[in-house]
């Protein structure tokens, strides 16, 4: 959401960013296995990072391995007392905490309110509280909104912009989405020949609001975490990238259905892009650059843009989070009963059963970097995720081996429901052999006969039309026919979307516990 330049955050941020690189200072690192660790961060920096026994990866680049930065801070003769260090530091925490706030409260004051500026709508942040806000959207305004194609859409409107980058690439037949602003931002920068490979590694709903009466729009703040390839004059280089994108709609405005939340037209009348004429399509004569009918990107903020690829570093560090709290929704119970009643063919045994079969899919899939036999069971956003992973390894003639993998525990924590899709988000609690090894079958990294334990969080969802139980069956959900599924995600002997959810439970995300929020 774009913000008032009066609000404190970028002064603040000189004055903490001492304090947050000594708060980051330690070992971590990101699993091998699949879906493990994915903290697409590429550095120890990073919060949503996983650590490992055995080899470890992060999106866009190398994570540290144990002692990196853990060890003990020892000063020599030369060096600055502890005691100074602390000194400073308790100092900057006075000045971030109490002497910046206050300022900034005196000058607002001198220079008044700025009465004529446009309202803000109200964000309310963190992934719980914006997730509340769009069931808000959708219970008070918006009955066919739904978070999971909310978020198809922002994967494919990322993956739209940044192509659109390229030279020659006409960026402003996207205003419809992507206000002046926005393309700018994206546009800053060298213009490349191509912009090829475009990942979404992690993706966040950080803030949404707007819902009060006052408020003409609602509003949301998205963070992506991603990689891809730039090319200019027949050099390639993969960029690691955070961004914050601000979006906005009008309260009027309706959500697409799942077939057409991925087709950029004319917000208006569906007309194609290339009818726009400025901000009017010369179809339905309508200006549709204002968010009136479709979410509208108003800013786009680069946090980080490096050249990287996927590095692994080799490092026997201990799993983090496995020993948390489970993250139980608190409507949990209330959520459960009504999806029952919607389903009373729910059975949880046949549920796990399903889960059981994902996952040793996933495992034989992984290790023996046979990645398209688990198409049938993964969304196709996963899909494409963890298949740049696969591919990673692949080029540094490495393959990562889970063996031996069995689940010893599912927990059910949250369940979510609207028109298109039901979500059931599990924690899983896991075992398995978690090594690495070279094309040449040297052992790199890991144990060949010590497992490991993990838990992770995982997301299935399925068609809310769906009305029947899981299936453990190795066969098309719509024909029976054994399952050969093409990169489309289809049964290649009916043709139907098997990997859309529209038959049985299929795994959209997988979160670890240490950066779970619920």
């Known amino acids: 959401m774009r913000r008032s330049a009066r609000q404190p955050r ?10 947050l690189a000594l708060a980051l200072l330690g070992p971590t690192g990101a699993l091998g296995r ?34 990196s930065f853990g060890g003990p801070m020892v000063f020599g003769d030369g060096d600055i007392p502890t005691w100074l260090i602390l000194l400073g530091l308790a100092a900057l925490v006075v000045i971030a905490l109490v002497v910046v706030p206050r300022y900034l409260e005196w ?82 920068g060298t213009q490349p020949d191509e912009v090829k490979g ?96 479709d979410w509208l990107v108003t800013n786009v903020e680069v946090m980080t843009l490096e050249p990287r690829g996927a590095l692994f570093s080799q490092g026997e560090v201990e799993e983090v989070g496995t020993e948390l709290p489970t993250v139980v929704d608190g409507d949990l119970n209330a959520r459960m009963q009504a999806f029952q009643q919607r389903d009373p063919s729910f059975d949880w045994e046949r549920l796990q059963a399903r889960v059981g079969l994902v996952f040793g899919e996933l495992q034989e899939a992984w290790s023996n970097r046979e990645w398209t036999r688990a198409r049938p069971y993964v969304s196709d956003r996963l899909f494409q995720s963890l298949s740049w992973w696969m591919d990673a390894y692949k080029r540094d003639r490495l393959r990562n081996v889970t063996e031996g993998g069995r689940i010893t525990g599912i927990e059910l924590c949250r369940v979510d429901s609207d028109r298109w899709y039901d979500a059931l988000t599990i924690r899983v609690h896991a075992s398995s052999l978690d090594y690495t090894i070279g094309d040449d079958g040297r052992l790199r990294a890991g144990s060949r006969t010590a497992p490991r334990e993990y838990t992770e969080y995982w997301t299935l969802i399925r068609g809310a039309q769906v009305k029947r139980a899981a299936s453990a069956d190795k066969s098309c959900p719509k024909c029976g026919a054994p399952l050969e599924i093409d990169m489309a995600g289809s049964c290649e002997y009916c043709q139907a979307r098997v990997t859309s959810g529209e038959f049985d439970w299929v795994l959209s995300m997988i979160e670890q516990d240490e950066s779970y929020q619920g």
Not at 10 to 19: C, G, Q
Not at 121 to 142: H, I, K, S, Y
């Open 34 to 67: 699949p879906g493990g660790g994915n903290s697409y961060s590429g550095s120890s920096h990073s919060s949503s990072s996983r650590s490992s026994g055995s080899f470890s990866h992060s999106f866009g680049g190398g994570s540290y391995g144990s002692g």
């Open 107 to 188: 000058q607002r004051q001198q220079q008044g309110d700025g009465g004529d500026e446009e309202p803000i709508p109200r964000m309310d942040g963190g992934t719980p509280a914006a997730r509340r806000e769009l069931a808000r959207l959708r219970e008070e305004l918006d009955p066919d909104f739904s978070l999971v194609l909310f978020q198809d859409f922002l994967y494919a409107l990322f993956a739209e912009a940044h192509q659109a980058r390229a030279r020659g690439a006409r960026m402003d037949q996207l205003a419809p989405y992507l206000a002046e602003q926005a393309r700018q931002a994206l546009r800053a």
């Open 198 to 293: 475009v990942i979404v590694g992690a993706l966040r709903v950080e803030a949404a609001g707007g819902m009060e009466a006052e408020s003409a729009q609602v509003a949301a703040d998205v963070v992506f975490e991603s990689n891809y390839t730039e090319v200019l004059s027949g050099q390639e280089r993969t960029l690691y990238a955070v961004e914050r994108w601000s979006l906005v709609r009008g309260k009027q405005a309706r959500s697409r259905p799942p077939e057409k939340v991925r087709a950029f037209t004319c917000p208006s009348c569906g007309a194609p892009l290339s009818a726009l004429r400025g901000s009017t399509c010369s179809y339905c004569q309508r200006v549709v650059d204002t968010g009136e009918f």
């Open 10 to 19: 970028s002064i603040l941020r000189p004055l903490l960013a001492p304090l």
